[in-house]
T-cell receptor, first 111, second 113 residues
Framework: NAGVTQTPKFQVLKTGQSMTLQCAQD?????MYWYRQDPGMGLRLIYY???????DKGEVPNGYNVSRLNKREFSLRLESAAPSQTSVYFC??????????FGSGTRLTVV | DAKTTQPTSMDCAEGRAANLPCNHS???????VYWYRQIHSQGPQYIIH?????ETNEMASLIITEDRKSSTLILPHATLRDTAVYYC??????????????WGLGTSLAVNP
């Protein structure tokens, strides 16, 4: 079982460039999430999708947009990347009563 | 949402039990305690969760005090591969509100040979 798959694993962007981080899960989970993790800080929720067709803001949504393309896929888009968005990004999925399953992360550097 | 307090770091000898404490003194009656771990920048891995009763699975045991203000994660026979950062998290269980996991900095557990 693949679980949660994130692409790409690494990315370097120039300030102002845009990109989309992809996430897919094969566990038929209803809820999906995007987190960022910075040194010395805990994971912070960017956006989440409680079910297909719905998305909501988390703690730090500014500068990001998301799309819940279908039940399997939840993408995160940076329209105009800034150095402050340099981080490790994790996608996760969950179902009621279960713990979250995380992907292996995308390491993004904005120069 | 309830916050958690964990020691910054702990050490444990290989083969011994690792007992990781967590304080959550402001926890509400419907809030679950979840434990995750993160090994060397990999994605966090779910370990166990509980509400009131003690829980055990193939990875660990979770002991929750009767007043629910603290809990302990027990790895019964720690191995070198258990070296990781362990996060104790309190999560609200209201329908449609299961997204508010507040992640602290966790406990960095070092299992030594």
């Amino acid at each position: 079982n693949a679980g949660v798959t994130q692409t790409p694993k690494f990315q370097v962007l120039k300030t102002g460039q845009s990109m989309t981080l992809q996430c897919a899960q094969d566990m038929n989970h209803n809820s999906m999430y995007w987190y960022r993790q910075d040194p010395g800080m805990g994971l912070r929720l960017i956006y989440y999708s409680a079910s297909e067709g719905t998305t909501d803001k988390g703690e730090v949504p500014n500068g990001y947009n998301v799309s819940r393309l279908n039940k399997r896929e939840f993408s995160l888009r940076l329209e105009s990347a800034a150095p402050s968005q340099t981080s490790v990004y994790f996608c996760a999925s969950s179902e009621v009563g279960l713990g979250y399953t995380f992907g292996s992360g995308t390491r993004l550097t904005v120069v | 949402d309830a916050k958690t307090t964990q020691p910054t770091s702990m050490d444990c000898a290989e083969g011994r039990a690792a007992n990781l404490p967590c304080n959550h003194s402001t926890i509400s009656g419907n809030e679950y305690v979840y434990w995750y771990r993160q090994i060397h920048s990999q994605g966090p891995q779910y370990i166990i969760h509980g509400l009131k009763n003690n829980e055990t699975n193939e990875m660990a045991s979770l002991i929750i005090t009767e007043d629910r203000k603290s809990s302990t994660l027990i790895l019964p026979h720690a191995t070198l591969r258990d070296t990781a950062v362990y996060y104790c998290i309190v999560r609200v269980t209201n329908a449609g509100n299961n997204r508010k996991l507040i992640w602290g900095l966790g406990t960095s557990l070092a299992v030594n040979p």
